[in-house]
């Protein structure tokens, strides 16, 4: 069972204009949850977190928001800008775990048009 | 400060060999996870070591073992290797301190092809 989904395989959004990209998680012990970018054949690279007990968080053009009612949670990269395009991951963690490990979506490739 | 730095980035192998892959985390990192990255499964977890000791696995046959060193470093063996071990392996490392979680920074992967 697939425990974190990112249900829109791809996106398209115009330069300067707001992507959003979408993760929903069915695991109620999730109290982690990072946002990662990906180019092809390279590692991941961390964007942005945010823990349980906030609902939101911002770095810069990007911003995590977190409904743990709803078990979802969004990114908005504002403005988007052409070097945004990638393969953009939704992870997961259970601290109270005792380990580290990470549960990813399957991926959203974000495309932004010049 | 350097990053994680996987080795080698990239290689080929035989059905039925075996393989060593390397991983040297953060400076200061203890906390050290692999992960499998195939087109169809995404990236999944395979394990993590914290101290020299593993502390998870993931849902992968024996055949995948791991170990880290008392520098942190660590590294992936896979036996037997079979052709839909064919993928982008990567390692991630996490300073792991105070018992909160802290962020995952993954490295370049070892892109392994087995044929």
């Known amino acids: 069972d697939q425990q974190v989904k990112q249900n829109s395989p791809s996106l398209s959004v115009q330069e300067g204009r707001i992507s959003i990209l979408n993760c929903d998680y069915t695991n109620s012990m999730f109290d982690y949850f990072l946002w990662y970018k990906k180019y092809p054949a390279e590692g991941p690279t961390f964007l942005i977190s945010i823990s349980s007990i906030k609902d939101k968080n911002e770095d810069g053009r990007f911003t995590v928001f977190l409904n743990k009612s709803a078990k979802h949670l969004s990114l908005h990269i504002v403005p988007s800008q052409p070097g945004d395009s990638a393969v953009y991951f939704c992870a997961a963690s259970d601290s109270g775990a005792g380990s580290y490990q990470l549960t990813f979506g399957k991926g959203t490739k974000l495309s932004v048009i010049p | 400060k350097a990053g994680v730095t996987q080795t080698p980035r990239y290689l080929i192998k035989t059905r039925g060999q075996q393989v060593t892959l390397s991983c040297s985390p953060i400076?200061?990192?203890?906390?050290v996870s692999w992960y499998q990255q195939t087109p169809g499964q995404g990236l999944q977890f395979l394990f993590e070591?914290?101290?020299?000791?593993?502390?998870n696995k993931g849902n992968f046959p024996g055949r995948f073992s791991g170990r880290q060193f008392s520098n942190s470093r660590s590294e992936m063996n896979v036996s037997t290797l079979e052709l839909g071990d064919s993928a982008l392996y990567l390692c991630?490392?996490?300073?792991?301190?105070?018992?909160?979680?802290?962020?995952?920074?993954f490295g370049q992967g070892t892109r392994l092809t087995v044929v």
């Open positions: 070591y914290f101290s020299e000791t593993q502390r």
């Open positions: 991630a490392s996490s300073l792991a301190q105070g018992g909160s979680y802290t962020e995952a920074f």
């Open positions: 400076s200061g990192h203890r906390s």
